[in-house]
């Protein structure tokens, strides 16, 4: 028995390496901020595809992959601003402001390509007038971003007199062109806002901006005492969503071939809404754009799935606000565990 125990003793080290070089890369995978998000993604697609006819097609996806051109794109903005423990609630009004700028001026026989530069070039200064008075004044995110959302939404409806503007022009609609092959349509604008995730990745984990990002939000006075200079990347934070608000207004052109000064009213919570349910932390320093895709095509499956199974839409509502609580709760108990 003696014998036993000695050669037990003596062999499970080495089994523990074994199983850790077998299985650490799934304990890696578990310990990952998206892996939760992704799992409800799944879960929600099986049970979508088993409860529906239609969820599977291929025209479904693509539908599905549209729907989160421009919201996915606004939750690009919301999610930099948000790493920085900072909120946006003008983003969708910004946008707004961007497709109106665009619309008109061309409607005035004036060319596309520089309303639209006009209209990006007018988006980024709201970003930066938001990150001036946050940075430099340090007033608070949502006191600022709240009043930025009625003066550009009362911007917007001024400039346009209240009535919406169609789109005509090619290079308008170009990002709700694209190509059609199995019953699915991938749009230009699909692509771009692919590139667009792919870009911000790149820029938050592997450039020294990025990891100064995280730094403020993890720890603002921690990271000005290594010498980051927290007030101008935060000014950067914002100006860098104002611009991709921009774009952002050039996939609404593309997508909803009307620029109307009373739309996208939600945009604000909805992108909240896709950035929490992604991994992002409220508090900041935690989270990334990979969550926030899947975040948002969690919402944009759980619509769409809800809508197939004929489900009520004010359900609909009520189970977002389910799972954003949820998502909160999961940060905020995260937050405490490793404070503790």
Known sequence: MLGLKGLNRSASPAAGVTLRRRFGWLSGALATQTFGPLLVLLGFGLVFSLTTSTFLAAGNFSIIAQQCVIEGTLAVGQTVVMLTAGIDLANGAITVLGTIIAARLVSENYAALPALLLAAAACTAAGFASGA???RLRLPPFIVTLGMLGIVTAAARLYSGGQSFPVTDPLLGWTGNGLSFGG???TNGIVLVLVLYAVVWYMLTQTGWGRHVYAIGNNREAARLVGIKVGRTVLSVYLLA???YGIGAWLALGRIPNADPNALQTAN???ITAVVIGGTSLFGGRGGVV???????IVAVLRNGLTLMEIDPLWQDMVTGVLVILAVA???LSREARMS
């Open 184 to 186: 699915a349509t991938i």
């Open 269 to 271: 919570l909805d992108t």
């Open 242 to 244: 104002g611009f991709l």
């Open 330 to 332: 999961t940060d905020q």
């Open 133 to 135: 008075l946050i940075s």
């Open 291 to 297: 969550g926030t895709l899947i975040g948002t095509l």
